[in-house]
């Protein structure tokens, strides 16, 4: 999918995090539907402690006092009344028969066998008071009659239910007790929204940590991967951390060796049979001095000077695949310039711009067979090269033009393959070998650049080399 994250870091803290906020969202639903729960219970608990405690105290008193005392004891939650009708069980709004039940349950407990209680629970809304409606220090003053079907005796209060209790004392006198519950189980708990939004930011940073330690080897990995295309000499992962990590470790530093052997051997190979092509080569040459024939002796002088070439090429190229040369600051500009005065000896003509303006960390050597194939390929087939050197803190970029006639778009990429000649004007009869553009590319890959090549917009051709600053690791140059 394109919304997923494409790293693997990204898509662990997203799994993580992800995990971690279901987990969090169902604990709070838990919770508040447990804490509304624990509200309930405990409200409805305290308001029929309350409601037994004045029955009995009312039980204690003759009609006069009741009737003095009523008004002081009635009082928002709690509305007190000794004029109401008697309600039966199980009045109030539907789906509030548990509720009712439970809260009956708790004060017929409390006032015990000497007392009748019966309990209603309804819905009770947000009323403005109507007119005539006073509090006071002796309480309210009642309305005459209940809402229809209601029974509740507030005039102003929050939303909520109402548990309306009517008990009967012992000398026959029916109470009604209003008890107002506001929705208390609505209200946001912000100490544990604090408490999880701390849990969730702690859980976030100790994964993040996490993730990052357990991906950590994976980045190591794959940068020693792409070095090792630049360096096959490069020095082997170390094998540490946990045993996955370790097996991945030891098996890309066997990887790597046998490569590098592999690679070692076939070049000794051919370096070998490179070298010991020189003397049949040679004996040749003598034998073909002693031909009478002018024009045989040209053929195979001009072929055996063909071949020699191609040795001497061959062997150039072999040897700086298993270079040793150190790295050093190269001044790039001094090295232009005297490649510039080794080709004007032989009249090439090559024009400077630009300026490096460090010193280059490389390969002295192996930056000279580069840039030197490259100049005598514009000058020898483009009549004259330009050079144009551009440097910023990131990278060296040096571009070669040339006036010459170009290349087919096709034979772009395949000019640096090894021993690869182009028909026409690069071919043969000019003594090129098909191995100065492969040096010259595996110089620059060692030093973890790129060398391409274009064709110019008014012709010609222009050879693109571009070398970090700081180089993932210069390996082995050509």
């Known amino acids: 999918m394109r919304l997923l994250p494409r790293s693997l870091f990204s898509r662990l803290v997203l799994v993580l995090l992800g995990?971690?906020?279901?987990?969090?969202?169902?604990?709070?639903?838990?919770?508040?539907?447990?804490?509304?729960?624990?509200?309930?219970?405990?409200?409805?608990?305290?308001?029929?402690?309350?409601?037994?405690?004045?029955?009995?105290?009312?039980d204690s008193l003759d009609a006069k006092e009741r009737r003095a005392i009523v008004p002081v004891l009635s009082a928002p939650p709690?509305?007190?009344?000794?004029?109401?009708?008697?309600?039966?069980?199980?009045?109030?709004?539907?789906?509030?028969?548990?509720?009712?039940?439970?809260?009956?349950?708790?004060?017929?407990?409390?006032?015990?066998?000497?007392?009748?209680?019966?309990?209603?629970?309804?819905?009770?809304?947000?009323?403005?008071?109507?007119?005539?409606?006073?509090?006071?220090?002796?309480?309210?003053?009642?309305?005459?009659?209940?809402?229809?079907?209601?029974?509740?005796?507030?005039?102003?209060?929050?939303?909520?239910?109402?548990?309306?209790?009517?008990?009967?004392?012992?000398?026959?006198?029916?109470?009604?007790?209003?008890?107002?519950?506001?929705?208390?189980t609505h209200n946001w708990p912000l100490r544990l929204l604090l408490s999880l939004a701390v849990l969730l930011v702690a859980v976030v940073a100790v994964s993040l940590v996490a993730v990052r330690w357990a991906t950590r080897p994976l980045n190591s990995l794959a940068d020693a991967a792409d070095e090792l295309g630049g360096n096959i000499n490069r020095p082997p992962m170390k094998e540490e951390g946990p045993t996955e990590v370790v097996r991945a470790a030891r098996a890309f530093n066997t990887m790597q060796a046998r490569l590098a052997g592999y690679i070692r051997d076939r070049t000794r190979v051919l370096a070998a049979m490179s070298h010991d092509l020189k003397t049949p080569i040679t004996r040749l040459r003598l034998r073909a001095e002693l031909l009478e024939d002018s024009q045989v002796r040209a053929k195979f002088t001009k072929d055996l000077d063909e071949m020699e070439s191609m040795v001497g090429s061959t062997l150039d190229f072999l040897r700086g695949q298993e270079s040793g040369e150190p790295v050093r600051p190269v001044d790039v500009m001094a090295l232009l310039e005297s490649l510039q005065s080794d080709l004007a000896e032989v009249g090439g003509a090559v024009k400077i711009e630009g300026a490096a303006g460090a010193p280059y960390p490389g390969r002295p050597q192996a930056l000279k067979r580069c840039?030197?194939?490259?100049?005598?390929?514009?000058?020898?087939?483009?009549?004259?090269?330009?050079?144009?050197?551009?440097?910023?803190?990131?990278r060296l970029e040096i571009r070669i033009r040339d006036e010459g006639p170009g290349l087919p778009q096709a034979e772009l990429e395949k000019v640096f393959e090894p021993f690869y000649r182009v028909e026409g004007s690069r071919s043969r009869e000019t003594g090129g070998t098909g191995l100065g553009l492969t040096i010259a590319k595996s110089v620059v890959e060692a030093h973890g650049g790129r060398l391409t090549l274009a064709n110019r917009d008014k012709g010609g051709l222009e050879a693109a080399l571009t070398l970090p600053r700081l180089p993932r690791g210069t390996g082995s140059a050509a």
């Not at 919770?31 to 105290?57: C, P, V």
């Open 371 to 394: 840039l030197a194939n490259l100049l005598e390929n514009a000058v020898k087939y483009g009549k004259s090269a330009s050079v144009i050197v551009a440097d910023d803190d990131a």
């Open 19 to 58: 995990g971690l906020v279901v987990a969090q969202l169902l604990s709070f639903a838990v919770h508040m539907h447990e804490r509304g729960e624990l509200l309930s219970r405990a409200s409805g608990r305290q308001a029929a402690q309350r409601i037994a405690d004045i029955a009995r105290f009312l």
């Open 78 to 184: 709690l509305t007190i009344s000794l004029d109401r009708a008697p309600i039966a069980a199980g009045d109030g709004e539907a789906g509030e028969g548990a509720r009712g039940a439970l809260f009956g349950g708790m004060l017929r407990r409390l006032l015990g066998d000497d007392f009748r209680a019966e309990v209603a629970v309804v819905e009770a809304p947000a009323e403005a008071p109507e007119p005539g409606t006073m509090r006071g220090f002796n309480g309210p003053k009642m309305h005459g009659d209940w809402p229809p079907g209601k029974g509740i005796m507030h005039a102003v209060a929050q939303p909520g239910i109402s548990f309306v209790a009517q008990v009967r004392l012992r000398d026959g006198t029916l109470v009604t007790f209003d008890a107002r519950q506001p929705a208390q």
